[in-house]
């Protein structure tokens, strides 16, 4: 492989997601990440584009999003405007072609990590609209009739809740990784990663009323990494002796976000 993705010093990837993302990129497919909120899918891009030394695009999904605005937008309000004040250039069309981010990634001079953040929230047609755009590295803008074409393949990696079930088509074209929950000893890596000097006992304190929490079936909200992450520097910044931890659950809004859940840990660890 001419280009490998490693751990960097603010990401912590396990062997097997380094394997993914590497075998995506050989292969030249879009890798396709899941795995619970809060356990590093969108900052994965970030890491790839540090470790490889590329430039990081993001295109950002919402419900309202469509293919089309990844690829080009025809501006024809601000060409109306030009025209009724007599600016000139108003029949080149070319000027209202606004590229939207895939298209800013094809026409980049140099490869560009693409991250295409939680597609789940866009409508079903969505991940098809892209497919072919995704195979061929070009689009039409029918404007100007003229083809657009990848200067160079980006890395493309794409995010998912599994809010929706994407369409198998699309699938097939991915290189797919599930990112698991952190174990404690992968956990106590990524805290590191951030707070190198934080104390041995209570960082395994905090770990252990964590995973703790995690582990009780009725938790609705189960906290996640970063939550853990910014416990662990509350309890620092408040001062909080080891002891207090489990007695007191200081801060504990900053781990449990739901009433319910609230109440079911306070009763549970009483």
């Given at each position: 492989?001419?280009?490998a993705f490693?751990s960097?010093?603010?990401?912590?990837?396990?062997e097997q997601l380094m394997?993914s993302v590497?075998?995506a990129?050989a292969l030249?497919?879009?890798?396709?990440?899941?795995?619970?909120p809060?356990?590093?899918?969108?900052m994965?891009?970030q890491?790839?584009?540090?470790?490889?030394?590329?430039?990081?695009?993001?295109?950002?999904?919402?419900?309202?999003?469509k293919?089309?605005?990844g690829?080009y937008?025809y501006d024809?309000?601000?060409r109306l405007?030009?025209?009724?004040f007599?600016?000139e250039?108003?029949d080149d069309?070319?000027?209202y072609i606004?590229?939207g981010?895939?298209?800013?990634a094809?026409?980049?001079?140099?490869q560009?990590?693409?991250?295409?953040?939680e597609?789940d929230k866009?409508?079903?047609?969505?991940?098809n609209?892209l497919?072919?755009?995704?195979d061929?590295?070009e689009?039409?803008i029918h404007e100007?009739k003229?083809?657009?074409?990848?200067k160079?393949?980006?890395?493309v990696?794409?995010?998912?809740?599994?809010e929706?079930?994407?369409?198998?088509a699309f699938?097939?074209?991915?290189?797919?990784?599930?990112?698991?929950?952190?174990?404690?000893?992968?956990?106590?890596?990524?805290?590191?990663?951030h707070?190198?000097?934080?104390?041995?006992?209570?960082?395994?304190?905090?770990?252990?009323v964590?995973?703790?929490?995690?582990s009780?079936?009725?938790?609705r909200?189960?906290?996640?990494t970063?939550?853990l992450?910014?416990w662990?520097?509350a309890?620092q910044l408040?001062?909080?002796?080891t002891?207090?931890?489990r007695?007191?659950?200081p801060f504990?809004g900053?781990?449990?976000?739901?009433?319910?859940?609230l109440e079911?840990?306070?009763?549970?660890m009483?």
């Amino acid at each position: 492989m001419r280009e490998a993705f490693h751990s960097t010093g603010q990401y912590v990837a396990s062997e097997q997601l380094m394997a993914s993302v590497n075998v995506a990129i050989a292969l030249e497919k879009p890798l396709l990440i899941k795995g619970e909120p809060g356990t590093g899918k969108t900052m994965l891009a970030q890491a790839v584009a540090a470790s490889l030394g590329k430039k990081l695009i993001v295109w950002n999904i919402k419900s309202t999003t469509k293919a089309q605005d990844g690829l080009y937008l025809y501006d024809t309000i601000q060409r109306l405007y030009d025209g009724q004040f007599g600016e000139e250039g108003v029949d080149d069309i070319a000027r209202y072609i606004k590229l939207g981010k895939l298209g800013e990634a094809f026409a980049d001079d140099e490869q560009v990590i693409l991250l295409i953040d939680e597609i789940d929230k866009a409508d079903l047609e969505f991940p098809n609209d892209l497919l072919w755009e995704l195979d061929q590295m070009e689009f039409y803008i029918h404007e100007t009739k003229r083809t657009v074409k990848a200067k160079h393949r980006p890395i493309v990696i794409i995010t998912s809740n599994a809010e929706k079930e994407l369409p198998d088509a699309f699938l097939r074209r991915c290189i797919f990784h599930y990112i698991d929950f952190p174990d404690e000893q992968l956990m106590e890596q990524i805290v590191r990663v951030h707070y190198p000097d934080v104390e041995q006992k209570l960082l395994q304190e905090a770990m252990d009323v964590f995973y703790e929490i995690r582990s009780y079936r009725d938790i609705r909200k189960k906290p996640s990494t970063s939550e853990l992450i910014d416990w662990i520097n509350a309890l620092q910044l408040g001062g909080i002796p080891t002891e207090q931890i489990r007695k007191a659950l200081p801060f504990v809004g900053v781990i449990v976000k739901k009433d319910e859940d609230l109440e079911t840990v306070r009763q549970k660890m009483a």
